[in-house]
């Protein structure tokens, strides 16, 4: 499933669509956090990407990365943001109580998969 993903964020065309993206540091230099925001081709629609340890996910740091995230998804006039995540990742979690809501699950293999969304005004 790496391979999918990064050959994914290879083949983004930036030149077409919007992407941002973040890394979280800790002192040191050390990464903690990643996250995205990537259109969807045609549509104000992003996904959106938050990856870190789920100790992370509620100590700032994912409130922080999620915040920025949510900023620059108000400041490119989204009218929509979704992810999509293992249904045992604590992310979902995290992403459902600060206002996602489950879109649809469905099956990858062996693996149970829970796409969220989030309502933006698009204004």
């Not at 391979?3 to 964020?9: I, K, N, P, S």
């Not at 941002?20 to 990537?38: K, M, N, P, S």
């Not at 996602?100 to 990858?108: K, N, P, Q």
């Amino acid at each position: 499933m790496n391979d999918v993903w990064l050959a994914a964020r290879r083949a983004f065309d930036a030149t077409t669509r919007t992407r941002r993206h973040y890394v979280a540091l800790q002192d040191g230099g050390t990464a903690i956090a990643y996250g995205a925001i990537e259109q969807d081709v045609g549509a104000p629609t992003y996904r959106l990407f938050v990856v870190t340890a789920s100790s992370r996910l509620n100590d700032g740091t994912g409130d922080a990365l999620l915040g920025r995230l949510l900023d620059d998804l108000r400041s490119v006039k989204a009218g929509r943001a979704w992810m999509r995540e293992e249904a045992r990742d604590p992310l979902l979690a995290f992403a459902t109580a600060r206002g996602f809501i489950e879109r649809r699950c469905y099956e990858r293999g062996d693996t149970e998969i829970v796409e969220l969304e989030m309502a933006l005004s698009g204004q």
